[in-house]
């Protein structure tokens, strides 16, 4: 039997809900030596954590061989950060102590808290539920957890980094001593050791956590993209990869709430997720992520716990996550029960230091991208089209009837074609993206002219490699001031404190004409200064080198001679001080406010051993 150290009840549920074995984490907390005592378990996101906690608390509710006893007071609580995260909780409780008869409450934030206290009151044996919402209930009297024999803290390091510590430690310290108190997480950092010292007694340590920090079911990939053509680069992500599911991650809702609209205007079946919306709001978004009515969930970082979708195989971060673990939760929503996903960082070029520091601490190998092309594009959907329309099909008379009437009208060639483009033009379009071939040397060799760049004007910028100046940021900042577009720039040279670039001679006024009007936009980047330059790169290095000079202007020559604002030095090395007028000659004298100086001590006989005031 492959449930055998399982109670009937609870083995009957997994085999019926098609479970042949159990996870790592799940064998670990239902052996011999886990049975009875307080656990600190660490294992990653998606390794059924939930399914663990449930079979460890067992022993302690399964009272009778197929039942529980009579539900008054709760007898195990469960605490997880986030509604979602509870409410998923409390689904796979349901069913897998269904056939045990359990009794479970969910009190959560969002939902009508006098329909919780009725559940309450009626009796529970299990009570699901967020911080907030348990200490509501726990200070009205309405949660008694006098009899309570387990209590289960999921995702414990999210609800202190969410600022719950306060609440956690008024609902462990009403509930009994002796119950077990078994403490979940991915991660382990020192405020979850703090909190495990003060309320476990002799804890089991079980990590499943392997050294590979990122999920091994889950492609990690970076795609680098100028700052401002992320929504550009989101887009084509999705249109390339085509998942059945794929969620985008913000870091505000101000940022979730822009991109749905963005998302939406393009055509993708797309909902957001974020703390402005309500619960039946967020019910519904999943619900259509589910029902396959929606295929994009654009989130902030309240999603990325608790959402456990097995159609989801694309997590998207728009936004660089704050830390690895940000990241490792984030993107533990793929890659979850064996199936295979794909994570993807999108990287502004100035950040990829920060990025690449951040994979290193988190030991992840990532897969370093470019952003896909409409090209590339067309041709995962001609590979995606030829496997569908290949694939055996099962038609009934009235399919092949209809069949028969097209192609007596048309030809074969011709319905295909018009199959094709019917297909296409149901797929939102890809977007153009800045790609390379602009130049940035700095040596003066020679560039390939392309077409309509024999005659130009050459412009500088007063940035330069010392402020991170990089042509794939400064093309789409020229593009923008100066109204034109990236195939109007010709050469771009970078050197260390100014960048030389070239514009077509015929669109020169009109693009000096931009730039005055946008040099006070409010923008950032209206700041840099943009000017026609004197002569070539080539020329103004050899111009700089002959003066000696740099950007700021030839040095003074000679003595810089006396400071005007300062005067001249006063002379010799102890010139008489004007405010407190020349020291007193021989003894000072007696200390006015002191008295006389004292007598010198005697001296002390040698005794071995330390300084006085150090101590050994």
């Given at each position: 039997?492959?449930?055998?150290?399982?109670p009937?009840a609870?083995?009957?549920?997994?085999?019926a809900h098609?479970?042949?074995?159990?996870?790592?984490v799940?064998?670990?907390?239902?052996?011999?030596?886990?049975?009875?005592?307080?656990?600190?378990?660490?294992?990653?996101?998606?390794?059924?954590?939930?399914?663990?906690f449930?079979?460890?608390?067992?022993?302690?509710l399964?009272?009778?061989e197929?039942?529980?006893?009579?539900?008054e007071k709760?007898?195990?609580?469960?605490i997880a950060?986030t509604?979602?995260?509870?409410?998923?909780?409390?689904?796979?409780?349901m069913?897998?102590?269904?056939k045990?008869?359990?009794?479970?409450?969910?009190?959560?934030?969002?939902?009508?808290?006098?329909?919780?206290?009725?559940?309450?009151?009626h009796?529970?044996?299990i009570?699901?539920?967020?911080p907030?919402?348990?200490?509501?209930?726990?200070?009205r009297?309405a949660?008694d957890?006098?009899?309570?024999?387990?209590?289960v803290?999921?995702?414990?390091d999210?609800?202190?980094d969410?600022?719950?510590r306060?609440d956690?430690?008024?609902?462990?310290?009403a509930?009994?001593?002796e119950?077990?108190t078994?403490?979940?997480s991915a991660?382990?950092?020192?405020?979850?050791?703090?909190?495990?010292?003060r309320?476990?007694?002799d804890a089991?340590?079980?990590?499943?956590?392997?050294?590979?920090?990122?999920?091994g079911?889950?492609?990690?990939?970076?795609?680098?993209?100028?700052?401002?053509e992320?929504e550009?680069?989101v887009v084509?992500?999705?249109?390339?990869?085509?998942?059945?599911?794929?969620?985008?991650?913000?870091a505000?809702?101000?940022?979730?709430?822009?991109l749905?609209?963005?998302?939406?205007?393009?055509?993708?079946?797309v909902?957001?997720?974020?703390?402005?919306?309500?619960?039946?709001?967020?019910?519904?978004?999943?619900?259509a992520?589910?029902d396959?009515?929606?295929?994009?969930?654009?989130?902030?970082d309240?999603?990325a716990?608790?959402?456990?979708?097995?159609?989801?195989?694309?997590?998207?971060?728009?936004?660089i996550?704050?830390d690895?673990?940000a990241?490792?939760h984030?993107?533990?929503r793929?890659?979850?029960?064996g199936?295979?996903?794909?994570?993807?960082l999108i990287?502004?070029?100035p950040r990829?230091r920060?990025v690449?520091?951040?994979l290193?601490?988190a030991?992840?190998?990532?897969e370093?991208i470019?952003?896909?092309?409409?090209?590339d594009?067309?041709?995962?959907d001609?590979?995606?089209l030829?496997?569908?329309?290949?694939?055996?099909v099962?038609?009934?008379?009235?399919d092949?009837?209809?069949?028969?009437?097209?192609?007596g009208?048309?030809?074969?060639?011709?319905?295909?074609?018009?199959?094709?483009?019917m297909h296409r033009?149901a797929?939102?379009?890809?977007?153009?993206?800045l790609?390379?071939g602009?130049?940035?040397r700095?040596?003066?060799?020679?560039?390939h002219?392309?077409?309509?760049?024999?005659?130009?004007v050459?412009?500088?910028?007063d940035?330069?490699r010392r402020?991170?100046?990089d042509?794939?940021?400064?093309?789409?900042v020229l593009?923008?001031?100066?109204?034109?577009?990236k195939?109007e720039?010709?050469?771009?040279?970078?050197?260390?404190?100014?960048?030389?670039?070239?514009?077509?001679?015929?669109?020169?006024?009109?693009?000096?004409?931009?730039?005055?009007r946008?040099?006070?936009?409010?923008?950032?980047?209206?700041g840099?200064?943009?000017?026609p330059?004197?002569g070539?790169?080539r020329e103004a290095a050899?111009?700089?080198k002959?003066?000696?000079?740099?950007?700021?202007?030839p040095?003074?020559?000679?003595?810089r001679?006396?400071r005007?604002d300062?005067?001249?030095?006063?002379?010799?090395?102890?010139?008489?001080?004007p405010?407190?007028?020349?020291r007193?000659?021989g003894?000072?004298?007696?200390?006015?406010?002191?008295?006389?100086?004292a007598?010198?001590?005697?001296?002390?006989p040698?005794?071995k051993?330390?300084?006085?005031g150090?101590?050994p």
């Amino acid at each position: 039997m492959p449930f055998s150290k399982l109670p009937p009840a609870l083995s009957e549920a997994l085999s019926a809900h098609g479970y042949t074995s159990l996870t790592p984490v799940q064998t670990a907390v239902i052996e011999d030596e886990a049975r009875g005592r307080d656990m600190v378990v660490s294992a990653q996101t998606g390794s059924g954590k939930t399914v663990a906690f449930g079979l460890a608390l067992a022993d302690d509710l399964l009272t009778e061989e197929r039942g529980l006893p009579v539900a008054e007071k709760p007898l195990a609580l469960i605490i997880a950060p986030t509604r979602e995260l509870a409410l998923q909780v409390s689904r796979e409780l349901m069913w897998l102590y269904a056939k045990a008869g359990a009794r479970i409450a969910t009190c959560v934030g969002g939902m009508d808290a006098s329909k919780e206290r009725r559940s309450l009151h009626h009796g529970a044996h299990i009570v699901v539920g967020t911080p907030g919402r348990l200490r509501d209930h726990l200070e009205r009297g309405a949660l008694d957890l006098s009899c309570l024999k387990g209590v289960v803290l999921d995702e414990a390091d999210e609800m202190l980094d969410m600022g719950f510590r306060d609440d956690l430690e008024e609902i462990l310290d009403a509930s009994p001593a002796e119950r077990r108190t078994l403490l979940f997480s991915a991660t382990m950092p020192k405020p979850i050791v703090s909190l495990a010292k003060r309320y476990q007694r002799d804890a089991l340590r079980i990590s499943t956590v392997g050294e590979d920090r990122g999920h091994g079911d889950i492609g990690y990939q970076v795609a680098t993209v100028a700052p401002a053509e992320i929504e550009q680069a989101v887009v084509n992500l999705l249109r390339f990869h085509e998942a059945e599911t794929a969620m985008l991650f913000c870091a505000t809702r101000d940022n979730v709430r822009r991109l749905h609209a963005t998302l939406q205007e393009r055509g993708f079946a797309v909902v957001a997720l974020s703390g402005e919306h309500s619960q039946s709001e967020r019910n519904n978004a999943l619900q259509a992520l589910r029902d396959r009515r929606a295929r994009v969930c654009v989130a902030t970082d309240v999603a990325a716990r608790g959402i456990d979708l097995p159609t989801l195989s694309l997590v998207v971060h728009v936004e660089i996550p704050r830390d690895a673990e940000a990241l490792q939760h984030r993107s533990g929503r793929t890659g979850r029960a064996g199936k295979k996903g794909v994570a993807v960082l999108i990287v502004p070029y100035p950040r990829r230091r920060r990025v690449e520091s951040m994979l290193r601490g988190a030991r992840i190998n990532a897969e370093w991208i470019e952003t896909p092309t409409p090209d590339d594009i067309r041709m995962k959907d001609r590979e995606r089209l030829l496997e569908a329309l290949l694939a055996p099909v099962e038609a009934d008379e009235e399919d092949r009837t209809l069949a028969a009437q097209l192609l007596g009208q048309r030809s074969a060639e011709d319905i295909a074609a018009a199959y094709v483009q019917m297909h296409r033009s149901a797929m939102p379009r890809a977007e153009e993206l800045l790609v390379g071939g602009v130049s940035s040397r700095a040596d003066g060799k020679p560039d390939h002219h392309r077409d309509g760049f024999e005659d130009v004007v050459w412009f500088r910028m007063d940035i330069g490699r010392r402020q991170n100046a990089d042509p794939r940021w400064i093309l789409p900042v020229l593009c923008r001031r100066g109204h034109i577009t990236k195939n109007e720039i010709g050469a771009i040279r970078i050197a260390a404190t100014e960048t030389h670039f070239q514009v077509p001679r015929r669109i020169a006024d009109k693009f000096m004409s931009a730039l005055a009007r946008t040099a006070n936009d409010g923008e950032e980047e209206s700041g840099i200064r943009i000017e026609p330059a004197e002569g070539t790169p080539r020329e103004a290095a050899r111009e700089h080198k002959k003066r000696g000079d740099g950007p700021r202007g030839p040095r003074p020559e000679g003595d810089r001679g006396p400071r005007p604002d300062r005067g001249p030095r006063p002379e010799g090395n102890f010139a008489p001080r004007p405010d407190r007028g020349p020291r007193p000659e021989g003894d000072r004298g007696p200390r006015p406010d002191r008295g006389p100086r004292a007598a010198p001590a005697q001296a002390r006989p040698f005794r071995k051993g330390p300084p006085k005031g150090r101590r050994p």
